[in-house]
């Protein structure tokens, strides 16, 4: 008798859900801009979504706890002359943003901790290199500083942020180039172009390392990611517009390591990837459902684990870095859905029945810390992300002030106004300072004699309860 051999899998069983709608984004006016970029950005502390506005670009900052209604009033980051295209957090300092615009420039942003109060206009640093609109930015994943910015004018150049300075440039790319994905250490990146070649670059040599022509036989755009195993991971079209994605192994780009024919759709497939647990979640602009995949190292190495669907097509995506899910709740993934004056998280949740952290669902995962300094990167050195436990949940670091290598781009920044409460004491009249001390004396001789008036009350309270009295 011929019995059916089930894969083993412990993500077999993951499913999405959409959380409670007090718990979503709503009334975020979400960009219009025909470009094939996601329009959002998360990291454990901030939700930041480009927006439609008059008059030059801007987008949307708001603190993750900050559910429910936008205020309409809510002050935006307003520093772009033209349309914003991409942003990206950087992944060493969750304070600080990155975006790229229309107005042929890349800028740098620090977003302070607490709730904005008036709209950020100026950037820590403008990034000026390309002629023609910048469409993807992208954070080196282990050297501090690090951004690369690519544009329309077919060149891709790589800076040193902290300083202002471009550190490598690179016009490899005969046509406009769709995406851009580091690896896991930093040392090469790929990119799919309009002239339908995938290409693996390596950015220290300026030269490109490995390329395959038409690795999807459509003349539709196509993306690409690195794996945590070296591979690619692409998404395209066939010649009947037939969406596809494929595996592909750099050092032999004959033939795929996997090819899959999904279904016949316009939108481009978005590919967010968790290599903690080598899951890839495909999301199409204008689709309703977010398919999601396992690659193994055993043939046929990609498998398809499931479908979440819901009512209304996605006008983007934004994807949850591993350190700011919910462990306790054995949450694996968190998806950021945009809809046209909405946003709605997405948890993905693999089926537990034990509340223990389950070690083999969290394994350590890359944590906010540098490798490297720029220099250090530049002179050919290569490490992997440092990482860190989920044990305990992940708990987001104080803000730290951006770092430079040498000149400090802030150092230069108008001094901001502060506060009563950063003022230093030895500024204030010794009359003022008596006073106030001799308050907060009071107040905690107030706060002693209500404690103990509470303590009372709850004994006396105990004693009716229990009846005693």
Known sequence: MSRSIVRQSKFRHVFGQTVKAEQAYDDIRVSKVTWDSSFC???????????????????????ISKTGRVDKNYPMVIGHSGPVLDIDWCPHDDNVLASGSEDCTAMVWQIPDHTLTRPISD????????????????????????????????????WNVGTGEPLISMDDHPDLIYSISWNRNGSLFCTTCKDR?????????????????????????MRAIFTRDGNIFTTGFTRMSQRELGLWDPTNFEE????????????????????????????????????????????PYVHYLNTFSSKEPQRGMGFMPKRGVDVS?????????????????????????????????YPDTVG????????????????DPI?????????????????????????????TRRSMSTLETSSLPPQLLERLLEEIQNLKATVLSQEKRICDLENKLSQYTNGTD
């Open 387 to 415: 990482l860190v436990s989920m044990r305990d949940g992940y708990v987001p670091p104080k803000s730290r002030e951006f770092k430079a290598a040498r000149k400090n781009v802030l150092d230069s920044r108008p001094a």
């Open 41 to 63: 950005a998360i990291n454990p502390k901030f939700l930041a979504v480009i927006v439609e506005s008059s008059g030059g670009g801007s987008f949307l900052v708001l603190p």
């Open 368 to 383: 906010p810390e540098p490798a490297m300094e720029p220099e250090e990167w530049l002179d050919g050195r290569n490490e």
């Open 329 to 361: 709740k054995c949450e694996i993934a968190r998806l950021f859905k945009l809809l046209d004056k909405k946003c709605e998280p997405i948890t993905m949740t693999v089926p537990r029945k034990s509340d223990l952290f389950q070690d083999d669902l």
């Open 123 to 158: 950037p820590i640093v403008v990034l000026e290199g390309h002629s023609k609109r910048v469409g993807i930015v992208t954070w080196h994943p282990t050297a501090r500083n690090v951004l690369l910015t690519a544009g329309s004018d077919n060149l891709i150049i790589i």
């Open 256 to 299: 795929p390591m996997a090819l899959l024919e999904l279904d016949t759709s316009n939108g481009v497939l978005l590919p967010y990837y968790d290599a903690d647990a080598n899951m890839v979640y495909l999301c199409g602009k204008g689709d309703s459902s977010i398919r999601y995949f396992e690659i193994t190292e055993e043939p």
């Open 197 to 221: 070649r995938l290409r693996v670059c390596d950015p220290r040599k300026r030269e490109v390392v490995a390329e395959r022509l038409a690795p999807h036989d459509g003349i539709r755009p």
